[in-house]
């Protein structure tokens, strides 16, 4: 067993515990308009070092999904790393370069799933958390194109529940 004490990167993660609604815009077909979706997420700390983010969400369709997120820090490696998965499909992403801004208030976090062509490629994805404010938090997931461009396709603000 290690006998470590959290860090102040892993202090930073407990900002996001509590319990959460969430609206989000997602393009979910290439060149389709985007659809707007609801949800709620409940986080919880695990231990001090680890978030555990469970969410449901609506999906295309009328259907609901059901989120897992976790999230840590790993101090040897000095940055971030977690995992996601959903109910929505097979892919374990797996968060494994996660930095947050010198100001304190962006995580970017990266990881690699299923390019949008469905071809059995992989793409580089990148989630961006943005601390708007202690009850409020923006989340936006883009994608690395060829050219070597970040496209946006995902955005969802989430409002503290009170």
């Known amino acids: 067993m290690m006998n470590t004490e959290p860090h102040e990167q892993h202090r930073w993660l407990d900002q996001l515990v509590g319990e959460w609604t969430s609206e ?29 983010c469970e969410g449901r969400a609506e999906m295309p369709g009328g259907e609901t999904g059901t989120m897992l997120l976790t999230l840590g820090y790993d101090p040897q490696a000095a940055r971030y790393t977690g995992t996601w998965v959903g109910s929505m499909m097979s892919h374990l992403w797996i968060y494994t370069n996660g930095s947050l801004d010198a100001a304190g208030k962006v995580l970017t976090l990266e990881s690699q799933g299923p390019s949008f062509s469905g071809d059995g490629t992989l793409a580089t994805y990148r989630d961006v958390i943005e601390i708007k404010s202690p009850d409020h938090r923006l989340l936006t997931s883009h994608v690395l194109g060829d050219s070597g461009e970040w496209t946006q396709f995902m955005t969802a603000n989430y409002h503290r529940k009170w």
């Open 24 to 52: 989000s815009e997602a393009v979910c077909e290439p060149g389709a308009a985007p659809q707007k979706f609801k949800g709620t997420e409940s986080v919880r700390a695990l231990g001090g070092y680890w978030l555990l």
